[in-house]
C-alpha cells in the first residue's frame, strides 16, 4: 500500500512539475503534446492521473503528519482543475465553456466533500471559525473578508462592464443532416444506397472487406501495409485507384487539409474554422461514404443553415472535379488515414 | 568546387546580383586553400543506414512523401506543379537548410536524431515554413523520419553520395558552442550598417521586405525564387518553429542556402559581425505593441489570430497621417490571407498571406489603415480587357498536370501585370440577417443577402460595388463613391500603405439598402480581398481572408460606474446579514 502510494505521490509531483514547467515557460510547452486526434482522451487520462497523484500525495503527507485539512484539499483541487483547463488544453476553449466545466468540477469537489457526515463537518469547520472568530487570528481574518470580498465583488463586476471586444462565440454544426439524395452532374445519388463505384475487389465488385484490408495501418505514422503500396507498378483495381485519388487530393485538397490530411494544409491558417482533419476520429471515420460524397461535391455553399455555409470556404468539388475523381478522392482519404467508412447497418 | 562555379555561372541572371554572387565563390575558394572558416570545425561523414531502415523508410516513403517528391524524388510528384515552391528534386542532393559550409551535403546520421546535429532530421521534424512542407514530428516517430531519411539519401540522392569520402566533406558551423551576443542597440544598429555594406539589400531590400531584385533571381532548378522578407520570420524556411530565435539567422548568413541565390557569408564576416546582422534582422520581425515577439499559433507556425478589429473614435477629422498618435493607439490586427481555392480561377500560390489592419471612427465616416508587404509594386499598363465590375473575367487556372517547364514555380516570372488592389467586404443590413446567417464570404450570397464591397486599385481608383454572388458581376455604386476617400496610398521598399475612409451609414443622403451601417458597440462581419498584380491577380484570382469583425469601440457607459458599487454595498448588506444570523443562532444554541 505504502509503495503504491508513493509511487502516486511521485506521478503527483513530477507531474505538477512539468505543467508548472510548461505553464510558465520553463520547460518548452510542447514537452508533453497533445496528441493529435485523441485530446479528450488524453485530458480525461491526465486528470485521472492527477487525481491518483493527489491520492498518494495526501497520504504520504499524512503519514508524515504534515496532511493537508479537507478544507484546502478541495479548494486546491477545484483550482487545479480550473488552471488545468485553461492552461492546458489548446486551442483554447471560451470562458463561458470553461465555466461550465468548472461549476462541474466545483459540484463534484462539493460532492466528494459532504460524501460522508464527518467529512462534510471537517470542510465546513474552517468556515465556521471565522464566521464566529473566537481567536484573534479568525477575528483578523474576518475583518479582512468584510473588506475585500466587496471591493472584490465591485472589480470584478467593473471589469466585467467595461465594453470589451472579444470574439463573438459561433457555434455550428460540424455533420450537419445530409440530404436524402444528391444530384451530381445531373445524376442523382440517394444517399442510402449509392456505393463507391471504385471500392472494389479484383473481381470488380463493392468489396469493405477486401478494401479495408489494404488501407494504410492504424497507429503512428498511419503506414501504409508492406505489401499493398498504390504506387507499385503492378498495382491494379483498388490500389491503383487510390493512386490516382491520391494525386487528385495533392493536385486540389492539401492546399487546406494538408499533406497528412489533418487540416494543416498550406493555406489553412487563414480560415476560421481551419479546415477539417480527418485523421481525427471524429470527422471521415464516423460518417458514412455518401455523406463525404454529398459535402465534396457541394461544398460549403451546399451546406443547410446549421453548418454555416459562409463559415467554410469549402468549394462545391463539382465545380472542379468529375463524379468519378470524387469518388477515387474520398477512396484516398480512407486508405490514407486508415480508417473505414461507417456503413449503414 | 568546379560544380559549384558552374552552378553559380547559371544563376548569374543580373548584373547586381551576379557581382556579389562572384564575389563570394571567389571567397569559397580562398577557403578551400586556407583551411576552415571562423566558427567552423571539420566534421565526420556519418556511417551510412543499414539496408533494414532503408526498406522502412521505403514504406514511410510511399505513404506519405511520394505525392509531392515524386516516385524518383526528383521533386515531380502530382502535387508539384500547383506548387511554389516546388517540392525539393532530391536527385542533386541540394538541400537548403544546413549547419554545414555552402556547398557540402547537410548533416545526416541515421542513428542521431539529436535536435541541432542533424540537418535533414530537423527539416523533416520542424517543416519548411512558407512551403506546403508540413512538420512531421507527432506524424511520423523519430524512428521512422530517421527511416525515411536513410531512404532518401541512399536511393533517391543520385549525383551525390552521403559516404563518399572522396568527394564528400562536411564542414561544420558549431552553433552550439557559439554564444549569441545580446540584441543591444549597439548590436542591432552595427547590424544594419552590416547589412548594407554586405549588399544583402540588394536582394532583401532596403526595408528587409524581400523587394530587391525580386524578380531576376532564380535557383539551380531554374525557378524564380524570392528573397526571404525579414518582417515575416515564422515564413523562414529555417526558423525550425522557433522564428524570433536569431541562431537560425545567424546559420542561415553563416552557411547560405544551397541551391539558391543566397550566398554563404562565413568567410566575408567575423562572427560577431555575423551576431549583429542576425540580430538586426532578427528586430526587424514584426512584433506587439510592447515590443515582444508575436505569439505564434503552435497548429499553424503563424502568427496567432484575433477575428476581432477594434475601431477607436476619434474627436473631428480622421488623421491622414499614419504617423499620428490616434494610429499609433489603435491596436492593429494581423489579417491571414490565403489563396482563393473555392472557385475559378484558383489561386494556389497567393503571395500576398497577411495584411495588417487599424482602424478609426469619427461620428461620419470609418477609416481603415491597411498595410501588406508586396515586393513589387504593379500597375498595369494601358487599359484593363474588362470592366471594372465583370467578375467573370478570363484568367487561367493552373492546369493540375503539367511538367516543370509549365509548373506554377515556373510561371511566377512571366505573368501579365494588373493592379495591385485591396478589397474589404461587409455585409448589408447586417442587424438583419437571422443569428447564425452572414452572406457567403465570397462576393455575397444573393439579392437577398447582398454585401457591400469597397475596392482600392494601384491605378488610384476607388470603387464601391455590390456583390449578390460568387460568380454575379459587381453591381457599381457610383453615387456613393464621392464618399469614399483615399487619404494615402503609397507604395515604399516592398510595403503598401493604404487609408481608406468610408461613411458609417444609415444617414439620410446615403441609400441604406445599399450600404453597411456601421453601429458603435456591435460585431461587423468584415471580409478582405487582396491582389497582387505581378501575381497575375485579377477578378477572383486573388487572396482571401477569413470573416472577420469590425468593433467600434463605444465610449464607456455611466453604468459601468454605478452598478459595480451598487453590487458592492450589496455584498456588505449580505455580510451583515450572514453574520447576524449565525450570531442569532449561536445564541440560540447556547439560551
Known amino acids: 500500500?505504502?509503495?503504491?502510494?508513493?509511487?502516486?505521490?511521485?506521478?503527483?509531483?513530477?507531474?505538477?512539475?512539468?505543467?508548472?514547467?510548461?505553464?510558465?515557460?520553463?520547460?518548452?510547452?510542447?514537452?508533453?503534446?497533445?496528441?493529435?486526434?485523441?485530446?479528450?482522451?488524453?485530458?480525461?487520462?491526465?486528470?485521472?492521473?492527477?487525481?491518483?497523484?493527489?491520492?498518494?500525495?495526501?497520504?504520504?503527507?499524512?503519514?508524515?503528519?504534515?496532511?493537508?485539512?479537507?478544507?484546502?484539499?478541495?479548494?486546491?483541487?477545484?483550482?487545479?482543475?480550473?488552471?488545468?483547463?485553461?492552461?492546458?488544453?489548446?486551442?483554447?476553449?471560451?470562458?463561458?465553456?470553461?465555466?461550465?466545466?468548472?461549476?462541474?468540477?466545483?459540484?463534484?469537489?462539493?460532492?466528494?466533500?459532504?460524501?460522508?457526515?464527518?467529512?462534510?463537518?471537517?470542510?465546513?469547520?474552517?468556515?465556521?471559525?471565522?464566521?464566529?472568530?473566537?481567536?484573534?487570528?479568525?477575528?483578523?481574518?474576518?475583518?479582512?473578508?468584510?473588506?475585500?470580498?466587496?471591493?472584490?465583488?465591485?472589480?470584478?463586476s467593473y471589469n466585467a462592464m467595461m465594453?470589451?471586444?472579444?470574439?463573438?462565440?459561433?457555434?455550428?454544426?460540424?455533420?450537419?443532416?445530409?440530404?436524402?439524395?444528391?444530384?451530381?452532374?445531373?445524376?442523382?445519388?440517394?444517399?442510402?444506397?449509392?456505393?463507391?463505384?471504385?471500392?472494389?475487389?479484383?473481381?470488380?465488385?463493392?468489396?469493405?472487406?477486401?478494401?479495408?484490408?489494404?488501407?494504410?495501418?492504424?497507429?503512428?505514422?498511419?503506414?501504409?501495409?508492406?505489401?499493398?503500396?498504390?504506387?507499385?507498378?503492378?498495382?491494379?483495381?483498388?490500389?491503383?485507384?487510390v493512386r490516382e485519388g491520391g494525386e487528385i487530393f495533392f493536385q486540389n485538397c492539401h492546399f487546406c487539409h494538408g499533406d497528412n490530411l489533418n487540416g494543416r494544409g498550406l493555406h489553412a491558417f487563414a480560415f476560421n474554422p481551419i479546415p477539417a482533419n480527418f485523421t481525427d476520429p471524429g470527422t471521415i471515420a464516423q460518417l458514412q461514404e455518401t455523406f463525404i460524397f454529398w459535402r465534396v461535391a457541394k461544398g460549403g455553399m451546399g451546406l443547410p443553415n446549421e453548418g454555416f455555409p459562409w463559415a467554410s470556404v469549402m468549394p462545391p468539388w463539382e465545380q472542379h472535379l468529375t463524379v468519378d475523381e470524387m469518388w477515387k478522392v474520398i477512396l484516398f482519404e480512407y486508405w490514407h488515414t486508415g480508417y473505414y467508412p461507417r456503413t449503414w447497418d | 568546387m568546379q560544380k559549384r562555379g558552374t552552378q553559380v555561372a547559371s544563376l548569374v541572371v543580373s548584373a547586381t546580383a551576379g557581382a556579389i554572387l562572384m564575389t563570394v565563390s571567389g571567397t569559397a575558394m580562398v577557403f578551400a586553400q586556407s583551411g576552415i572558416p571562423e566558427g567552423f570545425k571539420k566534421g565526420e561523414l556519418a556511417p551510412p543506414p543499414s539496408p533494414e531502415m532503408i526498406e522502412a523508410g521505403k514504406r514511410v516513403y510511399f505513404t506519405k512523401c511520394v505525392w509531392c517528391h515524386g516516385v524518383d524524388g526528383a521533386g515531380d510528384g502530382p502535387a508539384a506543379d500547383r506548387l511554389w515552391p516546388r517540392p525539393r528534386n532530391f536527385n542533386q542532393g541540394?538541400?537548403?537548410?544546413?549547419?554545414t559550409a555552402s556547398g557540402e551535403l547537410p548533416l545526416f546520421d541515421a542513428?542521431?536524431?539529436?535536435?541541432?546535429?542533424?540537418?535533414?532530421?530537423?527539416?523533416?521534424?520542424?517543416?519548411?515554413?512558407?512551403?506546403?512542407?508540413?512538420?512531421?514530428?507527432?506524424?511520423?516517430?523519430?524512428?521512422?523520419?530517421?527511416?525515411?531519411?536513410?531512404?532518401?539519401?541512399?536511393?533517391?540522392?543520385?549525383?551525390?553520395?552521403?559516404?563518399?569520402k572522396q568527394s564528400e566533406t562536411q564542414t561544420v558551423l558549431n552553433l552550439a558552442e557559439l554564444k549569441p551576443k545580446p540584441a543591444t542597440e549597439e548590436s542591432i544598429k552595427r547590424g544594419a550598417e552590416l547589412v548594407v555594406e554586405k549588399k544583402c539589400i540588394e536582394c532583401h531590400g532596403v526595408e528587409g521586405r524581400g523587394d530587391g531584385n525580386a524578380f531576376n533571381l532564380k535557383d539551380d532548378w531554374g525557378f524564380s525564387i524570392q528573397p526571404a522578407n525579414w518582417h515575416k520570420c515564422w515564413n523562414f524556411r529555417g526558423s525550425r518553429q522557433d522564428p524570433y530565435n536569431v541562431a537560425n539567422i545567424f546559420r542561415t548568413f553563416s552557411t547560405g542556402i544551397n541551391g539558391t541565390p543566397m550566398p554563404s557569408f562565413a568567410d566575408s564576416t567575423t562572427i560577431d559581425e555575423r551576431w549583429d546582422i542576425a540580430n538586426f534582422v532578427n528586430s526587424l520581425c514584426e512584433r506587439d505593441a510592447k515590443g515582444n515577439p508575436l505569439s505564434i499559433d503552435p497548429l499553424t507556425d503563424k502568427p496567432k489570430i484575433d477575428f476581432v478589429i477594434p475601431s477607436n473614435p476619434v474627436e473631428g477629422e480622421i488623421p491622414a497621417d499614419i504617423e499620428h498618435e490616434a494610429w499609433k493607439n489603435t491596436p492593429r490586427r494581423y489579417v491571414a490571407m490565403g489563396g482563393q481555392i473555392t472557385h475559378k480561377p484558383r489561386n494556389f500560390v497567393n503571395r500576398i498571406d497577411d495584411i495588417w489592419v487599424r482602424s478609426l471612427y469619427n461620428e461620419k465616416s470609418i477609416a481603415y489603415l491597411l498595410e501588406w508587404d508586396d515586393r513589387t509594386k504593379s500597375v498595369a499598363e494601358g487599359k484593363l480587357p474588362w470592366a471594372p465590375t465583370e467578375v467573370n473575367i478570363d484568367i487561367e487556372e493552373q492546369p493540375p498536370v503539367t511538367g516543370e517547364e509549365g509548373s506554377i514555380a515556373a510561371k511566377q516570372n512571366n505573368y501579365p501585370v494588373y493592379n495591385d488592389a485591396i478589397a474589404i467586404e461587409t455585409p448589408v443590413k447586417w442587424q438583419e440577417l437571422p443569428a447564425p446567417i452572414k452572406p457567403r464570404y465570397l462576393f455575397g450570397t444573393n439579392e437577398q443577402f447582398p454585401v457591400d464591397i469597397v475596392k482600392w486599385e494601384a491605378d488610384g481608383s476607388i470603387r464601391a460595388f455590390k456583390g449578390t454572388g460568387w460568380d454575379k458581376d459587381f453591381e457599381e455604386r457610383d453615387s456613393y463613391e464621392e464618399y469614399l476617400k483615399v487619404l494615402k496610398s503609397e507604395w515604399k521598399n516592398g510595403r503598401w500603405y493604404v487609408l481608406i475612409e468610408r461613411p458609417l451609414g444609415n444617414k439620410k443622403e446615403q441609400d441604406y439598402d445599399e450600404d453597411t451601417f456601421f453601429e458603435v458597440g456591435k460585431y461587423i462581419p468584415t471580409v478582405f480581398f487582396a491582389w497582387d498584380g505581378h501575381n497575375g491577380d485579377a477578378g477572383r484570382k486573388m487572396a482571401v481572408s477569413a470573416f472577420y469583425y469590425t468593433f467600434m469601440n463605444p465610449p464607456i457607459p455611466q453604468e459601468t460606474y454605478i452598478y459595480p458599487v451598487l453590487i458592492a454595498f450589496g455584498v456588505v448588506f449580505l455580510e451583515g446579514w450572514v453574520l447576524t444570523r449565525r450570531a442569532n443562532k449561536k445564541k440560540g444554541k447556547t439560551l
Open chain 2, 111 to 164: 542513428k542521431k536524431p539529436i535536435p541541432g546535429q542533424n540537418d535533414l532530421f530537423d527539416t523533416v521534424t520542424h517543416g519548411l515554413p512558407g512551403s506546403a512542407m508540413p512538420p512531421w514530428e507527432g506524424i511520423l516517430t523519430e524512428e521512422q523520419r530517421l527511416q525515411v531519411l536513410a531512404f532518401v539519401t541512399t536511393q533517391l540522392v543520385k549525383d551525390r553520395s552521403f559516404t563518399d
Open chain 2, 94 to 99: 541540394t538541400f537548403k537548410i544546413r549547419l
Open chain 1, 163 to 241: 465594453p470589451k471586444s472579444e470574439e463573438p462565440i459561433e457555434l455550428r454544426t460540424v455533420h450537419p443532416a445530409p440530404p436524402a439524395s444528391t444530384k451530381v452532374h445531373g445524376k442523382t445519388y440517394v444517399l442510402q444506397t449509392a456505393l463507391n463505384p471504385y471500392r472494389v475487389n479484383p473481381e470488380g465488385k463493392y468489396d469493405q472487406e477486401y478494401t479495408n484490408s489494404l488501407i494504410v495501418e492504424q497507429g503512428m505514422g498511419r503506414l501504409m501495409k508492406p505489401n499493398a503500396n498504390p504506387w507499385d507498378e503492378n498495382a491494379t483495381g483498388y490500389l491503383k485507384y
Open chain 1, 1 to 156: 500500500m505504502k509503495a503504491l502510494m508513493s509511487l502516486g505521490a511521485l506521478v503527483g509531483v513530477v507531474g505538477l512539475l512539468l505543467l508548472a514547467g510548461m505553464v510558465f515557460d520553463i520547460i518548452p510547452s510542447t514537452t508533453v503534446r497533445l496528441v493529435e486526434g485523441y485530446m479528450p482522451m488524453q485530458m480525461l487520462f491526465e486528470v485521472g492521473c492527477f487525481v491518483l497523484g493527489f491520492t498518494g500525495l495526501s497520504y504520504m503527507l499524512n503519514a508524515v503528519g504534515m496532511g493537508i485539512p479537507r478544507f484546502w484539499q478541495g479548494i486546491g483541487f477545484w483550482v487545479f482543475f480550473l488552471l488545468y483547463i485553461k492552461y492546458r488544453i489548446y486551442p483554447p476553449i471560451p470562458f463561458s465553456v470553461r465555466a461550465m466545466y468548472g461549476t462541474v468540477a466545483l459540484v463534484a469537489v462539493l460532492m466528494w466533500l459532504s460524501s460522508n457526515e464527518e467529512d462534510w463537518k471537517k470542510f465546513k469547520q474552517p468556515i465556521l471559525n471565522v464566521l464566529d472568530a473566537q481567536t484573534g487570528f479568525n477575528k483578523f481574518l474576518r475583518y479582512v473578508y468584510l473588506v475585500a470580498l466587496p471591493i472584490l465583488t465591485w472589480g470584478f
